[in-house]
């Protein structure tokens, strides 16, 4: 049976999922088709139930629940870091909600969260990897930095103005949820099990192995050097990664009553997850 997997071309989902995609790891009676897209063309294709197996924005989870079901294993968490606001000088954070905002896409749970923390500043969507050069061009005045832009930006002439992850440390004392991966209900419960059995085995061989693993994910580390990629990895492929536990689905109740409350989204889904 041909499954198709969508999920981001970046250094972490890449580490992830290496061992299904070199088949280290198999899933016995299943071909994999890895789709690389951004992750907001995932959340949009999502909205249409097209893959059926793909990396969503835990904001877009809130949208799709209906058609797509949770994984256990493979959901990105920060553990006191996340997405962070940039700009080419310091801005007073009174002032952060006047200024234009380079967004990765606006069904992103950057995007949620910039809602969240700073209000309803004015935004263009950019492709995540264009956001520095858009901020330094003066395209915008702040960009959302998501993936390894979260490290990198210093070396760039960029200063992080605020730390989407940090705040929310701070108030809440979980980890961020960032990013989960979901499959199609339509698969039936046998299939989601071995699918998350599958994808469990190879963040486990990927953590086994770590410099093998990384030489695959520095193919889609834009330029980064191997510490930084593994950094960078290690961040966000993390226990979390390995399965959600209580505090990862604490996590996500919380980012979900919060973001209810604020009219943010329209409602809590269920955490069913597998």
Excluded at 234 to 252: K, P
């Amino acid at each position: 049976m041909l499954i198709r997997v969508g999920h981001s071309p970046d250094p972490d989902d890449a580490f992830m999922f290496y061992a299904l995609n070199s088949g280290k790891v198999k899933i016995p009676g299943i071909t994999i088709e890895h789709v690389l897209e951004d992750i907001e063309s995932l959340n949009r294709r999502a909205r249409t139930g097209e893959l059926e197996v793909t990396a969503v924005s835990a904001a877009t989870y809130t949208l799709v629940h209906d058609r797509y079901r949770m994984m256990d294993p493979g959901a990105s968490m920060g553990k006191g870091y996340g997405p962070i606001l940039v700009a080419t000088q310091p801005i007073e954070r009174a002032k952060l909600e006047e200024k234009v905002v380079a967004i990765p896409g606006s069904h992103t749970t950057a995007a949620l969260l910039l809602r969240l923390y700073v209000g309803d500043p004015p935004t263009i969507e950019v492709a995540f990897d264009q956001i520095p050069r858009v901020v330094l061009e003066g395209q915008a005045d702040l960009g959302l930095l998501i993936h390894e832009g979260q490290i990198t930006h210093a070396t760039l002439g960029l200063t992080k103005v605020l730390d989407l992850g940090e705040r929310w440390a701070r108030e809440t004392g979980l980890p961020l949820p960032l990013g989960v991966n979901v499959m199609r209900r339509d698969l039936g419960e046998d299939l989601h099990r071995a699918l998350s059995r599958g994808l469990r085995d190879a963040i486990a061989w990927a953590h086994g192995h770590v410099d093998e693993a990384l030489e695959y994910a520095m193919r889609y580390g834009r330029g980064i050097d191997k510490e930084t990629c593994r950094r960078f990895v290690l961040m966000y492929v993390n226990d979390y990664t390995q399965t959600l536990g209580s505090e990862g689905h604490a996590a996500l109740e919380r980012l979900f009553t919060l973001a209810h409350r604020r009219g943010l989204i329209p409602a809590i889904p269920p955490l069913d997850t597998v």
